[in-house]
């Protein structure tokens, strides 16, 4: 039962270009971007360029592909900002809490004192993405 890829969703707009991101990390099967809504500090995605509305569309290649970036992002995020804990989440369909239908993994840096932001709500200043890639991507260096 696979989903209808729209290629119109946002995330394959970034991918084409035709959207703007604050990118972190880009590779031939994958890209790296700040969340605008964040849910906390330094919240990235981690989207396949293959067309996958859901994990059970996405090629097993492509699957690990995304594994590979999710932990190199994760360690960046854990050097860049210090969390004391991080979060790593996947959803498939809106019954699950998915809200743009393209794959993608969420890595939500937690700090204790911190609660957490609510999902897809609250725009993050610019300004701030951005100076939170340019550290994130400094790690990956
Ligand atoms: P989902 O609910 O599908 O798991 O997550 C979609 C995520 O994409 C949300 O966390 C939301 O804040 C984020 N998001 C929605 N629109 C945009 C956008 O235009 N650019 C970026 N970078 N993130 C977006």
Redesign the pocket.
């Known amino acids: 039962m696979a989903t209808d890829y729209d290629r119109n969703n ?2 394959a ?2 991918l084409r270009g035709e ?4 990118k972190v990390f880009e590779d031939e099967t994958t890209l790296a ?7 906390s500090e330094g ?1 990235v ?1 981690v989207v396949p360029k293959e067309d996958a509305a859901q994990i059970f569309e996405l090629s097993a290649p492509a699957a690990l592909a995304c594994m590979q970036t999710v932990q190199r992002l994760s360690l960046a995020v854990r050097a860049a900002l210090e969390p004391t804990g991080l979060i790593v ?3 498939n369909g809106s019954d ?7 794959v ?1 993994f ?1 890595i939500i840096p937690r700090w204790k004192s911190e609660p957490l932001l609510p ?3 609250v725009p993050a200043d610019p300004a701030k993405l951005e100076a939170i890639a340019r550290k994130i991507r400094a790690q990956l260096q």
Request: glycine content about 4%; aromatic content about 12%; charged content about 10%.
């Open positions: 946002i995330f707009k970034i959207a703007p991101c604050f971007f700040m969340d605008v809504m964040p849910q919240h995605l989440a996947q959803f699950a809490g998915q809200t743009v239908p393209h993608h969420h999902h897809a709500r």
